[in-house]
């Protein structure tokens, strides 16, 4: 009898957990296309700092017409080591963004940069709320990042090693972000208003 109170007790624990278990995934789904947007940016913003003719050595060697062995190079922003720095980085850049309110349309969390990465004007005129208050903390924009880099790391990468050896950039120098954005984000089901209206009606069941 006494284990049968204790599983019940254990249960209980359990079941009273479910709604912040449920509010978790939700946080991470209603921020997830803003995350995105955020990641396309930062990482976009890291390949327009570096020069794409720039090359850096592999650790393999070609052997030349004469029969002598030649490092072989490529360029350092498609290079292993400059887009896993990127990936392992991207999100330690979390605590520059704030929630600012809530979008008036889809009443979804407001997340905005408090310095421009490219010197534009930053509007803050909601940064005297304190930060602690808001419903989405920078923490939690830093975790929701994390776990969306994960999920996604190969169709990033994917997607940015193509936009980076393209034309327009390598020799015009016009930025990938646009691009990234339309094709990692707003094409995707996540940053939808079918998408949208189920977070909503998710938050209004808790």
């Not at 997340?111 to 419903?135: A, T």
């Amino acid at each position: 009898m006494r284990l049968l109170f204790v599983f019940i007790a254990l249960v209980g624990c359990v079941v009273s957990q479910l709604p912040s278990f449920k509010q978790e995934f939700i946080y991470e789904d209603e921020l997830k296309c803003s995350i995105c947007r955020i990641v396309a940016d930062e990482i976009s913003f890291r390949f327009e700092s570096v020069n794409p003719k720039s090359k850096i050595e592999t650790g393999s060697a070609g052997i030349t017409p004469d029969g002598t062995y030649k490092q072989k190079k490529i360029p350092y922003l498609l290079s292993d080591t400059h887009i896993t720095e990127i990936l392992d980085q991207v999100c330690d850049n979390s605590w520059h963004y704030v929630q600012m309110g809530y979008d008036p349309i889809t009443n979804l969390p407001l997340i905005q940069r408090m310095n421009s990465l490219r010197g534009e004007p930053v509007n803050l005129d909601g940064s005297k709320i304190n930060i602690q208050d808001q419903e989405v903390t920078p923490d939690k924009i830093k975790r929701a990042c994390f776990s969306f880099v994960e999920k996604y790391e190969d169709e990033i990468v994917g997607e940015f090693v193509k936009l980076v050896q393209s034309k327009s950039f390598v020799e015009k120098r016009k930025s990938p972000l646009k691009k990234a954005t339309k094709r990692l984000c707003n094409d995707k089901d996540f940053c939808s208003p079918d998408f949208i209206k189920k977070i909503q009606k998710n938050k209004t069941e808790l």
